[in-house]
């Protein structure tokens, strides 16, 4: 057996046990990098080849779990993703169908004042041409 000292009983407790600030309600907060990393089902089979097929399957239906909701989180994403592009896209004709009609209505405006010119212009030019005619006709009798 090994036999530690006090004080070196207290520097390993203290490397390697979270000290009491990392606590809350008796539970470490900050959880170490291993525990967030899914479990590596490889290492753990290694040594179970030799027989057990009950434990091998019990680890091999949790890492086709693990890998079940892997994939139905993907799934959900990929759905989402899916449904914000087909938003966007709405969104985009909506916008291009505005634009157009604005732009449709400000050349409309622009044909209907240019038409209105137009028509204030030949009249006048009639008008001027009926009023040449008339002094003409007045003067060279």
């Given at each position: 057996m090994f036999?530690?000292?006090?004080?070196?009983?207290?520097?390993?407790?203290?490397?390697f046990a979270p000290s009491p600030d990392r606590w809350v309600g008796g539970v470490p907060y900050a959880l170490p990098s291993s525990a967030l990393q899914p479990p590596n089902f490889?290492?753990?089979?290694?040594?179970?080849?030799?027989?057990?097929?009950v434990v091998v399957e019990l680890l091999n239906s949790q890492k086709l779990?693990?890998?079940?909701?892997?994939?139905?989180?993907?799934?959900?994403?990929?759905?989402?993703?899916?449904?914000?592009?087909?938003?966007?896209?709405?969104?985009m004709e909506k916008s291009k169908q505005g634009g157009l009609e604005e732009l449709t209505e400000f050349y409309e405006g622009k044909l209907r004042e240019t038409?209105?010119?137009?028509?204030?212009?030949?009249?006048?030019?009639?008008?001027?041409?009926?009023?040449?005619?008339?002094?003409?006709?007045?003067?060279?009798?």
């Open positions: 036999k530690f000292s006090t004080s070196e009983f207290n520097k390993i407790c203290q490397k490889e290492l753990a089979l290694t040594p179970l080849a030799s027989g057990n097929t779990m693990l890998e079940y909701e892997k994939y139905n989180e993907l799934q959900a994403k990929s759905q989402r993703m899916q449904e914000d592009y087909e938003n966007q896209m709405r969104e038409c209105a010119r137009l028509e204030q212009v030949t009249t006048s030019a009639l008008l001027t041409t009926l009023y040449k005619n008339y002094v003409l006709r007045i003067f060279v009798k």
